[in-house]
């Protein structure tokens, strides 16, 4: 799915024009971003909820190399569907 799937739902659900539909689509990608970071997570009902969750500091292999690389500890995004989500599917 992209940016420009979802706005061309909208823009044949709310009969606008594609301008409108892919302004929406950014707005929202921003607001769920904002969230994100403000709280820490966004639950869209009927859907799954995204959560920020911490990643730990690791070894992992240079695949061209063979040596030896530390991975930085950070933050991911991680989703869970809903159960009416799971039952659809």
């Known amino acids: 799915m992209s940016?420009?799937?979802l706005a061309a739902?909208?823009?044949?659900?709310l009969d606008c024009?594609?301008?409108a539909a892919h302004k929406a689509v950014k707005d929202?990608?921003?607001a769920i971003v904002e969230e994100l970071k403000e709280e820490g997570s966004f639950t869209l009902?009927?859907?799954?909820?995204?959560?920020?969750?911490e990643t730990k500091?690791?070894?992992?292999?240079?695949?061209?190399?063979?040596a030896t690389v530390t991975v930085q500890a950070g933050q991911t995004v991680r989703f869970k569907?809903?159960?009416?989500?799971?039952?659809?599917l």
């Open 9 to 13: 739902v909208l823009q044949d659900s």
């Open 81 to 88: 569907a809903s159960p009416r989500l799971k039952q659809k």
């Open 57 to 66: 500091e690791r070894q992992a292999l240079n695949p061209r190399t063979g």
């Open 28 to 30: 929202l990608m921003s």
């Open 45 to 53: 009902p009927s859907f799954g909820t995204f959560a920020v969750c």
């Open 3 to 5: 940016k420009a799937f």
């Open 17 to 19: 024009t594609g301008v």
